[in-house]
């Protein structure tokens, strides 16, 4: 009887224990899959919300002062001191749930809202306006670069989304004329649009949208190509109204599609485009606001012609639901 007890013990094969291992090892892999699906599915969700608030908060502005916020209104100078700069996201701040942090914005001088290191007014976090997905660097940003008056140096906090400026909103140009601004969208520096002013209907028009922060070849090639500008973790300083540089940090625009990313030795204009260009951490293509209040996801193959005729609030253009 000890014999067959000793027997029936038997222990598992090497082949065995390789075929556990092989299997606890697929199942382990499927459970990262499901969790890294729903962690992303969730940070588009919440994306989506993002952007719902935002564009709730510009219809609210609009019915508030019969306009939506401008693009940027750049500072003017007053005995040496710069007065008067705001932008799309300074005058939301009431519409998000941020009005103590208006309240503290300085209009009359603008250097005072970049006073206080961290704790400047331009250095507070706002959660809305950013999204899960972005692969930020850090929430807020020591800038100090060359391109910048010195009186706006200092810590920023960023932004993952940008209002609509059309076709071009970086590199603008000279002020006072800034002639290579496209001032076809929704915001841009001096704007001042209305509802009727978006003749090609609400819901063919972009408000929002997102931006992504990660480029690693724009990052090679900006201070090659464009000495001085920004790095790309650098861009959507939400509080920035210093100068023309606003426009790039707060809007977007259309000059290249969704996604598009600096190719290999790149040149200027490839790297102006990918700073301005929409894109997002999202597989696939990124959500963006329309001004009816609605949020959609635009695919990475929406072709570059209809995304700029989306980008465009009176270009006359006709776009349908199959097109992107």
Not at 94 to 117: C, F, K, M, S
Not at 219 to 244: E, H, K
Request: with cysteine.
């Amino acid at each position: 009887m000890a014999r067959l007890a000793r027997r029936g013990r038997r222990g598992f094969t090497l082949i065995e224990l390789l075929v556990v291992i092989a299997i606890v090892a697929v199942l382990i892999g499927l459970l990262l899959v499901a969790v890294q699906g729903a962690r992303q599915a969730a940070a588009r969700v919440q994306c989506k919300n993002n952007l719902m608030q935002l564009a709730i908060a510009a219809h609210d502005h609009h019915d508030a002062h019969g306009r939506f916020p401008t693009g940027a209104r750049l500072p003017v100078d007053v005995g040496g001191r710069p007065t008067m700069g705001t932008n799309v996201w300074v005058e939301l701040l009431p519409y998000i749930e941020q009005g103590n942090l208006h309240r503290t914005w300085d209009l009359g001088d603008n250097r005072n809202n970049v006073a206080g290191g961290r704790d400047a007014v331009q250095a507070q976090v706002i959660k809305i306006l950013l999204c899960p997905s972005d692969p930020l660097p850090e929430p807020v940003r020591l800038v100090t670069l060359g391109r910048i008056p010195p009186w706006s140096h200092g810590f920023y906090a960023m932004s993952s989304y940008g209002g609509n400026a059309g076709k071009r909103s970086v590199q603008t140009g000279g002020a006072p004329a800034f002639p290579r601004l496209s001032r076809d969208g929704i915001f841009f520096i001096g704007s001042y649009i209305r509802l009727a002013d978006v003749i090609d209907g609400t819901s063919n028009t972009i408000l929002f949208g997102e931006r992504y922060h990660h480029d690693p070849e724009y990052d090679r090639r900006a201070p090659l190509v464009w000495p001085g500008s920004a790095l790309m973790g650098d861009w959507g300083r939400w509080g920035y109204v210093a100068n023309a540089g606003a426009s790039g940090n707060v809007t977007l625009s259309t000059p290249a599609r969704i996604n598009y990313v600096v190719p290999r030795e790149g040149d200027l204009a490839a790297v102006e485009d990918r700073a301005c260009a929409f894109g997002s951490g999202h597989r696939g293509g990124a959500n963006f606001a329309f001004a009816d209040g609605s949020v959609r996801f635009l695919r990475d193959g929406t072709s570059l012609p209809t995304l700029q005729a989306l980008s465009t609030r009176a270009g006359g253009e006709v776009v349908s639901a199959g097109d992107y």
